[in-house]
């Protein structure tokens, strides 16, 4: 089955400064690469989305890149605030038919003021 | 619109015992998808229902059941409960039409096994 790496566990920045947040997966097949963040004790919430036949996406401060070659995506995060602290979840859904998404263990963000 | 609702939001029970979770799903989605959640991980799939019937499941024991209704709500039953039962316990909704890949999260329903 797939398998999703992310890294770093913990990312700890100054508000201001960007931040990247990798995964790879196993998966050739994989066609789906959606990114969620969940605040402490709340529900995780899709922030962004990739399909494989694209290779960049931007949505204001985050970006989504892929790299189907190498198996990797990435999350940016440009000009980081203190509300974008929380745990990021990297997610590949392999192909196949499959509508279940592998996630990653996911990465503590801490944006220090 | 409502989204994705659970019940109850915490919970404890004593090893041994049985337990039944509930979602509702958002408006208009008809798939359920239920993951486990440890401290410190990330989601792991449990199974998803659709039409009634589980569509898939991932790498968990029988005692983990589950079961969707007619108006696409499911629930979730865990029997035997053992102390690595303890999760927080969310359900997902998605479509089966269009960009069925998106899931919309419930907040969730933490089990504690005791």
């Known amino acids: 089955g797939e398998n999703v790496e992310q890294h770093p566990s913990t990312l700890s920045v100054q508000e201001g400064d960007s931040a990247v947040i990798k995964c790879t997966y196993s998966d050739s097949a994989s066609n789906y690469f959606p990114w969620y963040k969940q605040e402490l004790g709340k529900r995780p919430q899709l922030i962004i989305d990739?399909?494989?036949?694209?290779g960049e996406k931007k949505d204001q401060r985050i970006a989504v890149t892929l790299n189907k070659t190498a198996k990797h995506f990435s999350l940016h995060i440009t000009e980081t605030q203190p509300e974008d602290s929380a745990v990021y979840f990297c997610a590949a859904l392999p192909g196949g038919g499959s509508y279940i998404p592998t996630f990653g263990r996911g990465t503590s963000l801490i944006v220090h003021p | 619109d409502a989204g994705v609702t659970q019940s109850p939001t915490h919970l404890i029970k004593t090893r041994g015992q049985q337990v039944t979770l509930r979602c509702s799903p958002k408006?208009?989605?008809?798939?359920v998808s239920w993951y486990q959640q440890a401290l410190g991980q990330g989601p792991q799939f449990i199974f998803q229902?659709?039409?009634?019937?589980?569509?898939q499941r991932g790498n968990f024991p029988d005692r983990f059941s589950g079961h969707q209704f007619p108006n696409y709500s499911s629930e979730l039953n865990v029997n035997a409960l053992l102390l690595g039962d303890s999760a927080l316990y969310l359900c997902?909704?998605?479509?089966?039409?269009?960009?069925?890949?998106?899931?919309?999260f419930g907040s969730g329903t933490q089990l504690s096994v005791l």
């Open positions: 408006s208009g989605h008809d798939t």
């Open positions: 990739i399909r494989s036949n694209v």
């Open positions: 229902y659709y039409e009634e019937e589980e569509r």
């Open positions: 997902a909704s998605s479509t089966n039409r269009g960009s069925n890949e998106k899931l919309f």
